[in-house]
């Protein structure tokens, strides 16, 4: 990432985004994605991504099987 960019993403994120969700959500804090993101990192990824692309796209689905969580397979768009 561009130093420009990744000071940027620091300011953004220099103090902690206040979150509230259900206690049943309180798992996506340690991994909000498949590949096992925590939900800090997922909201910086996305930030980095809107200040170099202009767009994100997360997707919300529901697993349909042994998970009450919802599911986010991010896509990061083609440059």
Not at 26 to 35: C, G, H, M, N
Request: charged share 25%; aromatic share 4%; proline share 9%.
């Amino acid at each position: 990432m561009a130093p420009t960019v990744d000071g940027m993403v620091g300011v953004i994120h220099r103090t902690e985004a206040q979150i509230e969700m259900p206690d049943a959500m309180q798992p996506l804090w340690e991994k909000a994605t498949k590949d096992g993101l925590p939900l800090e990192a997922l909201h910086r990824r996305i930030t980095a991504e809107l200040l170099t692309t202009g767009r994100y796209s997360l997707l919300a689905d529901a697993a349909t099987e042994g998970s009450d969580l919802p599911c986010w397979p991010a896509t990061v768009p083609k440059r």
